[in-house]
């Protein structure tokens, strides 16, 4: 079965300064991983993905990606951290289900992000 | 507006009744799935269709839920006989199978409050 862990449950960090949110997986087969922010009392928002090709991928609102496929992992970054990114994410794995062709997720527990100034 | 929408946003009932909730998703999306989020937790996956076919629910959902989705457009979900363990906020999610495009988009919830 298809899991993701994200090992910290807060992160803080001061504006202006880089972020990390980390998370690793367990999947069988190719992993396709996305990250999710979600703000108070509202849906989750699709950030970023990765699904084949460049290591590094872009998304939304100057946050990117690492995949790591030796080490499982696929870490949120963002070089310069603003006030309002001040959310919680979530890490998830696509899942291909008991049919084998589903496209359930499977999510993190989510890591709470504090940007202070 | 054209994202995910879901009615009621709030909804509190006492237990033993029954309730429903609404997802309309983006127009063009023709898979549709359902996730319950609990304080502290991630979404968990309940169910999902690919136009109007139900094609897989998760082993949490019990047999006083259903869900439906008639014309491979809006859909419900119905928890009959609510307990209070069904408080949760209940998340509706929308893609369109086509190419690298797995993501999925998701609504802003129903929280659902059993007392």
């Known amino acids: 079965a298809q899991s993701v862990a994200q090992p910290e449950d807060q992160v803080n960090v001061a504006e202006g300064n880089p972020l990390t949110v980390k998370c690793t997986y367990s999947v069988s087969g190719n992993p396709y991983l996305f990250w999710y922010v979600q703000y108070p009392n509202r849906g989750l928002q699709f950030l970023l993905k990765y699904i084949t090709g460049d290591n590094l991928v872009k998304g939304s609102y100057g946050f990117e990606a690492e995949f790591n496929k030796s080490q499982t992992s696929f870490h949120l970054k963002k070089p310069s951290a603003l006030v309002s990114d001040s959310a919680l994410y979530f890490c998830a794995v696509r899942d291909r289900g008991l049919t084998g062709g589903g496209n359930k997720l499977t999510f993190g527990t989510g890591t709470q992000l504090k940007v202070e100034l | 507006d054209t994202g995910v929408s879901q009615d009621p946003r709030h909804k509190i009932t006492k237990r033993g009744q029954n309730v429903t909730f609404r997802c309309d998703p983006i127009s063009e999306h023709n898979r549709l799935y359902w996730y319950r989020q609990t304080l502290g937790q991630g979404p968990e996956f309940l169910t999902y269709?690919?136009?109007?076919?139900?094609?897989?629910k998760s082993r949490l959902l019990s047999d006083r839920f259903s869900a439906e989705r008639p014309k491979g457009s809006f859909s419900t979900l119905e928890i009959q006989r609510t307990e209070q363990g069904d408080s949760a906020m209940y998340l509706c999610?929308?893609?369109?199978?086509?190419?690298?495009?797995?993501?999925?988009?998701f609504g802003p919830g129903t929280r659902l409050t059993v007392t």
């Open positions: 269709f690919q136009n109007e076919a139900q094609l897989e």
């Open positions: 999610a929308s893609s369109l199978v086509a190419g690298l495009s797995y993501e999925q988009y």
